[in-house]
T-cell receptor
Framework: NAGVTQTPKFQVLKTGQSMTLQCAQD?????MSWYRQDPGMGLRLIHY???????DQGEVPNGYNVSRSTTEDFPLRLLSAAPSQTSVYFC?????????????FGAGTRLSVL | GENVEQHPSTLSVQEGDSAVIKCTYS??????FPWYKQELGKRPQLIID?????GEKKDQRIAVTLNKTAKHFSLHITETQPEDSAVYFC?????????????????FGKGTKLSVKP
C-alpha cells in the first residue's frame, strides 16, 4: 500500500516555464488537496477536490490549475512559473467519515523557480 | 471562513520538561481538531486528534485538550525527548457523515518549532 505518491521530489524551473506536479493515491479517498508550505506560513491550501470531476479553489489558488479525471490522480499544474511559487508542495488524500478528516500527505515536492 | 492561530511559533525546552502549544479557532462549526508533527525534511504526520464532543484525549506522553466555549485547544507533551524536536501544526475542520463541499478542508495554524535540548 503506497499511500500518497508525489513526483518529482525536486524540481528547478526558470521563470515562465510550465510543469505538472503529479499526485496519486491508492486508498480510494474521494477528497484530495494540494498545499504549499513556506517558512513561517504553515500549510496553505491551493486547490482541493471532493471527487472525480469536481475541483475548487483554496486559500492561494492563483497561478495554479488542477483537474481530477480519476479518483486516484490529482495533478497540479503551473502554467507560467514565477519566483513567488518557490516552495515545498504537498499533496494530501483525506479519509473522511467517523466524524474525522484524517489527511495523509505525500512526501512533498521542493520547487525552485529562478 | 475558518482561521486558526497557533502559539508560540518557537518553543525550546530541556529534555524531560513539558511542552504546551496552544491554538484558537474562529468557526464555531468546526468539530474536528488534529495535530500533525513534521520532522525536518519529512511530510506532516497525524499524531493525535480530538472531536468536539470530547474535552481531553491522551496517548502516552501526548494529550490534547479542547475548550469549545473559548474556541481553543492545546497540545501537551510530557517528559519531552530529543526525538520530539519537530514542527507541530494544529488544524481545525468540519467533519461529519454528510461529507461534502469544503467540509473536508483542514485549516492549519502556522506551526510551532519545538526544540528539546538534551
Amino acid at each position: 500500500n503506497a499511500g500518497v505518491t508525489q513526483t518529482p521530489k525536486f524540481q528547478v524551473l526558470k521563470t515562465g516555464q510550465s510543469m505538472t506536479l503529479q499526485c496519486a493515491q491508492d486508498m480510494n479517498h474521494e477528497y484530495m488537496s494540494w498545499y504549499r508550505q513556506d517558512p513561517g506560513m504553515g500549510l496553505r491550501l491551493i486547490h482541493y477536490s471532493v471527487g472525480a470531476g469536481i475541483t475548487d479553489q483554496g486559500e492561494v489558488p492563483n497561478g495554479y490549475n488542477v483537474s481530477r479525471s480519476t479518483t486516484e490522480d490529482f495533478p497540479l499544474r503551473l502554467l507560467s512559473a514565477a519566483p513567488s511559487q518557490t516552495s515545498v508542495y504537498f499533496c494530501a488524500s483525506t479519509q473522511t467519515g467517523m466524524a474525522k478528516n484524517i489527511q495523509y500527505f505525500g512526501a512533498g515536492t521542493r520547487l525552485s523557480v529562478l | 471562513g475558518e482561521n486558526v492561530e497557533q502559539h508560540p511559533s518557537t518553543l525550546s525546552v530541556q529534555e524531560g520538561d513539558s511542552a504546551v502549544i496552544k491554538c484558537t479557532y474562529s468557526d464555531s462549526a468546526s468539530n474536528y481538531f488534529p495535530w500533525y508533527k513534521q520532522e525536518l525534511g519529512k511530510r506532516p504526520q497525524l499524531i493525535i486528534d480530538i472531536r468536539s464532543n470530547v474535552g481531553e484525549k491522551k496517548d502516552q506522553r501526548i494529550a490534547v485538550t479542547l475548550n469549545k466555549t473559548a474556541k481553543h485547544f492545546s497540545l501537551h507533551i510530557t517528559e519531552t525527548q530529543p526525538e520530539d524536536s519537530a514542527v507541530y501544526f494544529c488544524a481545525a475542520s468540519i467533519a461529519g457523515t454528510n461529507y461534502g463541499g469544503s467540509q473536508g478542508n483542514l485549516i492549519f495554524g502556522k506551526g510551532t518549532k519545538l526544540s528539546v535540548k538534551p
